[in-house]
Nanobody, 124 residues
Framework: VQLQASGGGLVQAGGSLRLSCVAS????????MAWYRQAPGKQRELVAR???????VYATSVKDRFSISRDISKNTVTLEMNSLRPDDTAVYYC???????????????????WGQGTQVTVSS
């Protein structure tokens, strides 16, 4: 399974950006798709995640500003980021987990995968 992220860039405070991530490869089903971020000198943290059947979960710092959505048919996850602040500056990583194909198209081995990071820089 491979994840390809896109959409980072430089934006002024108060602006908006959209990040997209597409999963490719052979897998039985995807459970979670999510976005994490890591700022310089800080640990990687969850930004937002969306499992197949549950409501999205957001970090407190981005709630009401960011929105995560999934297109299950296209194996994509999108993060709409509005009212961006300088402290949103970080490398953003796409994440996915699920199950590979097992015998008879049953659930096989579980997998976790990270995409390459995409830089988001918010200037003040």
């Amino acid at each position: 399974v491979q994840l390809q992220a896109s959409g980072g860039g430089l934006v002024q405070a108060g602006g908006s950006l959209r990040l997209s991530c597409v999963a490719s490869g052979s897998f039985r089903r995807m459970n979670t798709m999510a976005w994490y971020r890591q700022a310089p000198g800080k640990q990687r943290e969850l930004v937002a995640r969306k499992t197949t059947f549950n409501d999205p979960v957001y970090a407190t710092s981005v709630k009401d500003r960011f929105s995560i959505s999934r297109d299950i048919s296209k194996n994509t996850v999108t993060l709409e980021m509005n009212s961006l602040r300088p402290d949103d500056t970080a490398v953003y990583y796409c994440y996915a987990d699920g199950f590979l194909v097992g015998k008879g198209w049953s659930d096989g081995r579980a997998f976790e995968q990270w995409g390459q990071g995409t830089q988001v820089t918010v200037s003040s």
